[in-house]
């Protein structure tokens, strides 16, 4: 209410209003010279003659035929356009707009050299078929698609351009082969553009007159469609002229109403997501993954696994040497979680689309159990991916999501949607089944995305950052649920993560990649005790200080020094990691012991749990992160801008060589 309140109180500048209103005016006088010219005492006369009544068969015959086959054709070259690279792409668009800018005439002429009787393919299409298009119907509907069909081409090529890969992508990395993404995941989830072009294409093939004149010829019962009768009646009866082109404009308008909804590309989403009714099976989308399974070229099928059956299944290991961006090697036991950290740019995402089979910026010769998967299609790896959002398909239920993967492998529909929701109830999301992704929460959705990925027996699972559109809480809640469900997954699991409670707690193994390659894999333990990079440190809530070593510690590349127990190599490059904790504040210069003593400023103070992280900048070191109890912080009375000490003990600095 207040939304649209707001909307019509706010006056748009009369300099964009006035040439609106002036083009409304323009496309509407033409319209309103019909209404009010109309005899509307003899328009029943004028509609039931039988030339007109002939004329308008003949015209739904020729459009719809017209639609029909320029969804057959123009389909598939929309889908080709937006999703593959070929070369002379630019001149096969050009080509397809080419017939909305010819004159329709032109477009005729050109049709007759290439179609007509004395044209390249006329004799052939004669010889052979003895079809001869001019002064046929089948005629007068090739120069309705010519022109029709860029309509639809252009506007489904939009819709496609529209649509993130994501989908697409993780549709094929639950096995489903490329024509089945196509037909259960491209096709709906761009509904409303292919009707919105479909409607132009209609009505255009509708309302087509120049090509079919020149082509096809004025033909009663053949070629003579509506705009002919139109043409022709203006000379002998303008009324009747009028009468029927009110009647050809009724049509048009009443289709393109009907459709308005699905011109703004958001009606069927729309419907769909608020619909809470939406029953098992009973969508249209529901009812397309009911295709028979001979669309899917997936990996082998095999009985829909129990996920609560305590029996062993097959499980698979890891081995993948990458090259490309990525350069490194990855081997892992079945059943292992490896949590893929690094910063920004490091490849991670990367390595994943590798594995996938998804970039040609990285090459993965991949390994999974004892199937050597290198050279298959992403949809027949087995490799399942969650991307961070979780890319559920919206126009499927959280049941037909979950039970997308085995579907695709040709599992039996009951089978595939019991299987499905045993995965959702094991994951606490089973009483949502019949939802759609836009009715389910964060929380919720990212469940349904797992159980999806896990129900479709993958050999690997990669989660790119899985937790990270979740609120701390949901967050602990939903971590606590991966783990349960990882510890029971047998292949290698990948999670990408930036969070470095997700990466300690929920893997096994820490690889931290930089620029590509790997700097460090090891067990969480071994990454926090001896981090080998200062963004690894900072990640871990660790300090640390690069530098050279020198005597007894390090020379800090930003200047300074460190004093610590161990010693290392002189002049060798080491990292000096300082646990929050060892890190002791004081108000006045404290005497005794400590070897690493500097001055500084309390920049931040932040909450950690149950402690408090206090920020320190100093002229001296680098800033430094010391973690105090509330209580401590209250005794120092410590703000932001608090003068302090600060110190370290020297056998609390690890050194770890670079
Ligand atoms: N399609 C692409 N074409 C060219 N370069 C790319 C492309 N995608 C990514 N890159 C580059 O490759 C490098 C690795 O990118 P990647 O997305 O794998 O990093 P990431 O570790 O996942 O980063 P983030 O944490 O920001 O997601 C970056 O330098 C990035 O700019």
Redesign the pocket.
Known sequence: MTRSRSRTRRRPPAALALPALLAIAFLLMPLLGILARTSWGELGTHLTGPDVTEALRLSLVVSFWALGLSLLLGVPLAWLLARVDFPGKALVRSLVLLPMVLPPTVGGVALLLGFGRRGLLGPWLEGTFGITLPFHTSGAVVAATFVAMPFLVISLEGALGGLRPRYEETAASLSASPFRVFLTVTLPMVAPGLAAGAALTWARALGEFGATITFAGNLPGATQTLPLQVYLLLQDSPEAATSVSLLLLAIAMAVLVALRGRWTGSASVRSGSVRSGSVRGTSPADAALEEPSTLDAGPTPQPAENPTSAEPGPSWSLHAEVTG?NELTLEADPGITIAVV??????????L?ALLGL?P?AHAELRLGGLDVTALPPHKRGVAWVPQDGALFPHLTALANTAYGLRAQGVARGEARAAAQRWLDRLGVGHLAHRKPAQLSGGQAQRVALARALAARPRLLLLDEPLAALDQTTRARVRHTLRTHLAGFAGVCLI?T?DPVEAVSLADRVLV?DA?RTLQDAPPTEVTRNPRSPWVARMLGRNAWAGEASGDGLVLAGGGRIVAAEQLREGSRALAIIAPESVSVHRKRPDGSPRNVWSGTVREITASGSRLRVLIGSAESPDLIAEVTPQAAAELGLVEGSAVWSSVKATEVTLVPL
């Open positions: 961006f690094g910063e920004n740019g490091a490849g991670k995402t990367t390595l689309r970039t910026r990408v930036h990649l590509g």
